[in-house]
């Protein structure tokens, strides 16, 4: 099964690895931007915005690092 994640940032600070790398972990193919374009954000399973130190995880709103655990329950849910 293919999982695929657009991660969007919003702010120029990178995300955090740690942030990074469960992204990786949870997905097949991770792409990164700044501003996507609507078939692009249409056509993941999963879209996490960063603006640190928030993110959003399909649509939850999270505050990073204190949320990290609730990152990886949502990006192992089903899309």
């Given at each position: 099964?293919?999982?695929?994640t657009?991660?969007?940032?919003?702010?120029?600070?990178?995300?955090?690895?740690?942030?990074?790398?469960?992204?990786?972990?949870?997905?097949?193919?991770?792409?990164?931007?700044?501003?996507?374009?609507q078939t692009?954000?249409?056509?993941?399973?999963?879209?996490?915005?960063?603006?640190?130190?928030?993110?959003?995880?399909d649509?939850?709103?999270?505050c990073?690092?204190?949320?990290?655990?609730?990152?990886?329950?949502?990006?192992?849910?089903?899309?």
């Amino acid at each position: 099964m293919v999982i695929r994640t657009l991660l969007i940032r919003h702010t120029d600070a990178q995300p955090p690895q740690e942030l990074y790398e469960i992204l990786r972990e949870a997905s097949t193919i991770l792409c990164m931007t700044e501003s996507p374009t609507q078939t692009l954000a249409t056509s993941v399973d999963h879209v996490v915005v960063w603006n640190d130190p928030q993110l959003e995880v399909d649509q939850w709103t999270l505050c990073w690092p204190s949320d990290a655990d609730l990152v990886r329950i949502l990006l192992r849910s089903s899309p």
